[in-house]
């Protein structure tokens, strides 16, 4: 019976120490069932064949090797998209849509803003903004051609494509512009950091997007020659980063830099505004 299955899967995963055992359990299953959540519980006494059983039982393996659900899934949910994720992308996070809120905030008296995201892996943050502000045109560029294979199929998946353009390009390009506003979610993992991470980030994600390498400090620098004056550049950084990424603006002559709180309440978020006058 379902229900049998459901109790299988959340012991099994629960033995492998994950702590989210009974989500988990639901959302693979349900996955494997083509159900809704809701569906599990009103028919937990259905009987199932062999291989509803077999397909439950595999995504929950996969699971239960530590492989992060959002990846056995294939999708995940941000703000009010459904994004396709794999192992070529990081897995969009709730602290990312606190940078989306202030990205947001900065735009929204702006009728047609133009926005660069630097380093989009899966699109999210592009695909959050353009789908939230109705005339925003978003410029999404990222190092990796597989991480930009994923967000076209994200971009597949909407009606933006007449607002969101991706572009293979690094940091030792020109950012083009100008723009009003430059975001990004770069690397900020030390590798010390990274042995200390669950294995389902140190072992799936992919570590060109995790590993801090100088990447933060090279996004503000370039992005002060893609900015209009006025323009606003919004960085998600590390959990102890926030003062020390404060003072970098600062020191970079942002002015109006401030860091913001996530959802738990920690500062991820910092941002400042590049005047021209104060230009290096």
Known sequence: ?????????????????????????????????GLTRLELYLDRDRVLSDEEVAAGRALLERRGRREPAAYVLGEWGFRRLTLEVDPRVLIP?????????????????????????????????????????????????????????????????????????????????????????????????????????EPEIREWEPMVALVDRGQTEAIARAARDALRPGGWLVLEVGDSRGEATSRLLQELSYEEVQASPDLTGRDRVVEGRWVRSNRR
Do not use: Q, W
């Open 1 to 33: 019976m379902l229900g049998e299955l459901l109790a299988e899967g959340e012991r099994h995963l629960d033995e492998r120490g994950i702590d989210t055992a009974r989500l988990d359990t639901d959302l693979l299953v349900a996955k494997a069932l």
């Open 93 to 197: 996070r709730p602290g990312t849509e606190t940078v989306v809120e202030r990205c947001l905030g900065h735009l929204r008296r702006l009728e047609k803003p133009e926005v660069l995201d630097v380093g989009t892996g899966s699109g999210a943050i592009a695909l959050a903004i353009a789908d939230e502000h109705s005339g925003a045109h978003v410029t999404a560029i990222d190092a990796s051609e597989d991480a930009l294979a994923v967000a076209a199929r994200n971009l597949g998946r909407t009606a933006l494509g007449d607002r969101v353009r991706l572009a293979h390009r690094d940091l030792a390009e020109p950012l083009g512009g100008p723009y009003d506003l430059a975001v990004s979610n770069p690397p900020y993992v030390t590798g010390e950091e990274l042995r200390g991470l």
